[in-house]
């Protein structure tokens, strides 16, 4: 699976962390990807800011959209900790 777009990661609360969905103004939150049945996915590459978030869970899993995808049953995530500037 890959994903190229915007994504918000919530430093307070990483399950509010979400994809930006195109179109419909809408968005894919962690805790909606988590619930996806993504088992047979082997990997997930994130082109967006912040997918894997600078924080570990309580549990010590990645905190927000990596960890997300990872509780859904992806095999590995690719991802970044920084923003991304938009302007060329």
Known sequence: VHYAGHAVFDE???ERSHLVL????????ATEIARLPLGTVRLVALSACQTVGA????????????GAFRAAGAGGVV???WRVDDAL
């Open 55 to 66: 924080q570990r869970d309580a549990i010590g899993g990645l905190a927000g959209l990596a």
């Open 22 to 29: 195109a179109g419909s103004g809408g968005a894919l939150s």
């Open 12 to 14: 307070e609360r990483p």
């Open 79 to 81: 991802g970044s900790v």
